[in-house]
């Protein structure tokens, strides 16, 4: 299997900048699509950002202009910059990936999700 791990969340100003990183790790044979999505209190997990297996990044439009996601192939990891940090940014965020991973003697496809990290913008 692929197990995903966050890092990178905690408590900022707003106005302030966290990185958060997504790291997967297992017998990973190619990863597709990577996105990372948010759950604030009573409400729905959302979609804040996606990038293909192309590097082309989609994103919300809450946080356009503001979060960048990006990634690093060769690790198996993924980020996403956040500037201008507003209260409302406050949630758990998840990241999301899939792709194809080894399970001897045959690949089969995998959609991971990751613990969750928290993130809070309060002054």
């Known amino acids: 299997q692929v197990q995903l791990v966050e890092s990178g969340g905690g408590l900022v100003q707003p106005g302030g900048s966290l990185t958060l990183s997504c790291a997967a790790s297992?017998?990973?044979?190619?990863?597709?699509?990577m996105g990372w999505y948010r759950q604030a209190p009573g409400k729905q997990r959302e979609l804040v950002a996606t990038?293909?297996?192309?590097?082309?990044?989609n994103y919300a439009d809450s946080v356009k202009g503001r979060f960048t996601i990006s990634r690093d192939n060769v690790k198996n990891t993924m980020y996403l910059q956040m500037n201008n940090l507003k209260p409302e940014d406050t949630a758990v965020y998840y990241c999301?990936?899939?792709?194809?991973?080894?399970?001897?003697?045959?690949?089969?496809?995998?959609?991971?999700w990751g613990q969750g990290t928290q993130v809070t913008v309060s002054s």
């Open positions: 297992g017998m990973i044979s190619i990863i597709n699509g």
């Open positions: 990038i293909s297996s192309g590097s082309r990044a």
């Open positions: 999301n990936i899939d792709g194809r991973y080894y399970d001897g003697p045959i690949y089969r496809p995998f959609d991971s």
